[in-house]
């Protein structure tokens, strides 16, 4: 069998950066429970028709097809359109069409977590992938939704990434915007085609605003001067009321004033101001903020980390009024996804977060010949039993090849059974005299005690494998 290569946009870790993927999660997963939020797990493929309906385009999803045709030569299920199956590219489509299939189940406002892998048919790059974990936060509600929401989402997901700042992750920002200011502006100044602006505003730290300017006149029709408010509304940023009057004074300088626009200015508005109060520079407005995606109503999102906002957003969302609907009843929501895969990438590329040690093992437990391994199995059954996770060396070699081993695995401690008088096995290599007790050696210090197997305890932070923060010099 010839080498394999590794498929781009596939991330695989290795078991220390499957150590601070599993924190992560775990840190995100504690603090969406503490705040109310109940697990769910969707089925990982949609109709594609339903993951296309909503902004997304076919190429950027991955289609299922069967490799063999049908027996009877007809046409499989699988190549006729309304059929098809696609790998879901993201976690809000599937949940809206879970609330829609158990709505009759939930009781509202219902709010949800989910963490699973999607897929995306992307050209990957530094922290975009093909196949990703996402760590999403849902609100719906049954035919409306209060605007707190809009609020305390947010704020929530800001204090699931600030508990990981201990182990080293990096200082967040929330940058929001409101698609009601940015859609009431483009009306007001006379631009018609509000999702394709906001499409192509949504590329200005792609492009650059000259580019976006170019865009907007050639693609939505926009005059010089229309395309050049578009930008002006995009350079306003703050984290206070300002921002509001800003954006008020622009609208007036262009005549662009409407009725949408000061609803929007309102709820961004309160957005920060309870932002301010409740985690001071968290938040930020940022009036270029558009999201893409065409499903989003309300308030928008976007994360990046501190000195790190060249890897571009790492949570994303917004309020989306109709993504739940069947012709009768509405279920509006908002909501954030937090691109795990992304954020742990960077963890790791930059050296940020490290883990104590890749395997869970806290005791190897010696060997000393291959008559006495039923001996060294009972310890670690017997330390298995109190929840220190334990292993028995692969063979009985010298021990000071078998602390060895415990050391290139990253275990703290081995233990070695107490033998009845002399064996004749040869310990100078690892200092351990001939004894009739247990003892278990800390092989990073090099201290050795006496051990009992059912009383010993390893120190707290040896218990599990840790995510700890890189020390910077």
């Known amino acids: 069998m010839a080498r394999p290569h590794p498929l781009s946009g596939f991330p695989e870790w290795l078991p ?149 700042r201990d182990v080293g992750v990096p200082e967040v920002r929330v940058l929001v915007n409101n698609r009601k200011v940015a859609e009431g502006f483009y009306r007001g100044l006379g631009l018609e085609d509000v999702e394709g602006v ?84 968290v938040v930020v407005a940022d009036l270029k903020i558009a999201r893409g995606l065409d499903y989003y109503t309300g308030s928008v999102y976007e994360t990046v980390l501190v000195g790190h906002e060249e890897l571009g957003s790492i949570c994303s969302g917004g309020r989306y009024d109709t993504l739940a609907s069947d012709g009768k009843n509405t279920y509006p929501g908002v909501g954030l996804s937090v691109g795990v895969s992304r954020l742990v990438s960077r963890l790791l590329s930059a050296g940020l977060v490290t883990a104590t040690r890749g395997v869970p093992t806290v005791v190897l437990v010696a060997v000393a010949d291959e008559a006495t391994r039923p001996q060294s199995d009972a310890v670690a059954t017997a330390l298995r039993a109190r929840g220190i996770a334990a292993d028995v060396a692969p063979t009985a070699a010298k021990f000071g090849k078998q602390i060895k081993f415990a050391d290139r695995r990253g275990i703290p401690f081995v233990w070695f059974p107490g033998q009845p008088g002399d064996t004749g096995h040869d310990r100078a290599d690892d200092q351990a005299d001939d004894r009739a007790g247990d003892q278990v050696k800390d092989i990073r210090s090099g201290d050795q005690t006496d051990a009992d197997a059912a009383t010993w305890e390893p120190p707290a932070g040896d218990l599990r494998p840790r995510a700890v923060a890189v020390a910077r010099h």
């Not at 300017?213 to 930008?231: F, I, R, S, W, Y």
Request: net charge negative.
């Open 198 to 281: 906001l499409r192509q505003v949504d590329k200005l730290d792609k492009v650059g605003p000259d580019a976006v300017a170019a865009l907007l006149q050639d693609e939505q029709g926009a005059t010089p001067e229309q395309a050049k408010a578009c930008l002006e509304l995009a350079e306003i940023s703050g984290d206070d009321a300002t921002v509001v009057e800003r954006v008020r004074a622009l609208a007036a300088s262009y005549d662009a004033g409407t009725d949408l626009l000061e609803t929007g200015l309102d709820e961004l508005g309160a957005l920060i101001d309870a932002a301010a109060r409740r985690a001071p520079g």
């Open 16 to 164: 220390d950066g499957r150590v601070v993927e599993q924190h992560v999660l775990e840190v995100l997963r504690r603090t969406f429970e503490l705040h109310g939020f109940a697990g769910i797990e969707t089925r990982a493929v949609e109709p594609l028709d339903q993951l296309l309906r909503k902004g997304e385009t076919s190429k950027e999803v991955y289609v299922l097809r069967r490799l063999q045709d049908d027996a009877d030569g007809a046409e499989p299920a699988d190549r006729q359109p309304e059929k098809q199956l696609g790998l879901h590219f993201d976690l809000t489509v599937p949940f809206a069409r879970y609330v829609l299939e158990n709505a009759g189940r939930l009781a509202f406002p219902f709010k949800r977590y989910q963490i699973q892998k999607v897929w995306r048919g992307e050209r990957p790059q530094d922290g975009r992938f093909r196949e990703f974990v996402q760590a999403d936060i849902d609100v719906v509600g049954a035919g409306g939704l209060p605007y707190h929401y809009e609020v305390e989402l947010p704020l929530v997901m800001a204090e699931a990434l600030g508990a990981l």
